[in-house]
């Protein structure tokens, strides 16, 4: 019998991945925090895909019982929090994996649980929920999978499921890179509440892209990160380009009215430029506007 996943972040990406899992043998559980949220998962019993039902088990966090693998897709702004609510459950050796956007919230788990052997993953799969438990898998993308220490032999064996899952030897340069183009367009779009496509349409948001770029280029050589082969904006007007039709997640979660994750974003690399006496004005200014914005959503949630 292989050994259960539990699964921390019962969203989208975390409900592919428990399909996945479940698609390769493995038994799985979700664990959700809210009673009411276990009501609508114990309505259905199981997670729907493509019409294709897979049994999974779902509990509230503050069970008992022991957690041996765990998977984190909840939000980075979220993941305090939520390891916190299932921190005496996880076993000495637990291996962990935490797939989310932006950069800080990995080695932060990591400093939490020093005897867990912890893996970073990043995805391009865009995956979306019809109905609580129902999902499309609407682009298949790639999910990358390593350890910036070293590499353990219990990922391979993900690689088998229907996603498609590569190992990655230089995980912390690929979320470094998927962190470089977040910072070049999400703020932006969500600031100025538009779709990825005009900021390379817009001469001013072109102009105010180009500007943060440069100070991501920066602070990632200064942390040692050589991005891409070319300019940070040919890459960020490329993806702009290619998803011009798109709102970023960003600028959804404002429309929304939901706490971004800018803090994981540009407020990761704000803060790693401060530590390398480096100066991110542009940057800066868009992390100050976000930030704004979330007190606005606070204050209309009171
Ligand atoms: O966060 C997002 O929405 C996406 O990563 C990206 C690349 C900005 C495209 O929309």
């Not at 199981?46 to 088990?57: D, M, Q």
């Not at 803060?271 to 506007?289: G, I, M, V, W």
Request: proline share 3%.
């Amino acid at each position: 019998m292989k050994q259960r996943w539990h699964i921390l972040g019962a969203g989208s990406i975390g409900c592919l991945w428990a399909c996945n899992l479940v698609s390769m043998g493995y038994p799985v559980t979700l664990l959700l925090r809210n009673p009411e949220k276990l009501d609508i998962f114990n309505s259905t019993g199981a997670i729907t895909l493509a019409e294709k039902r897979y049994s999974v088990s779902a509990e509230l966090t503050d069970t008992s019982t022991d957690i041996d693998q765990l998977l984190i897709t909840t939000k980075s702004t979220d993941t305090a929090t939520a390891l916190q609510s299932i921190k005496k459950r996880l076993s000495k050796s637990v291996k962990v994996i935490v797939l989310q956007n932006g950069l800080g919230s990995q080695e932060w788990v990591k400093d939490q649980l020093p005897n867990a052997e912890v893996a970073w993953a990043s995805t391009t799969d865009g995956v979306w929920t019809k109905t609580p438990f129902n999902l499309v898998h609407a682009g298949q993308g790639i999910t990358r999978i390593g350890s910036p220490i070293t590499a353990y032999a219990w990922l391979a064996p993900l690689e088998n499921g229907f996603l498609k899952v590569e190992q990655d030897e230089d995980i912390a340069l690929t979320l470094w890179r998927k962190l470089a183009i977040n910072c070049a367009i999400n703020p932006l779009t969500a600031v100025y509440q538009c779709k990825n496509g005009e900021l390379i349409n817009n001469p001013d948001y072109l102009a105010t892209m180009a500007a943060v770029c440069k100070e991501v280029e920066l602070v990632a050589e200064s942390e040692g990160i050589e991005l891409f082969d070319g300019p940070l904006i040919e890459q960020a007007c490329h993806v702009a380009e290619l998803t011009a039709e798109n709102y970023s997640s960003m600028m959804q979660d404002i429309q929304h009215q939901r706490i971004t994750e800018i803090s994981h974003i540009t407020g990761y690399l704000c803060e790693r430029a401060k530590q390398n006496r480096l100066h991110t004005p542009t940057n800066d200014h868009y992390l100050r506007k976000i930030k704004k914005l979330h007190e606005s959503i606070k204050t209309s949630a009171h």
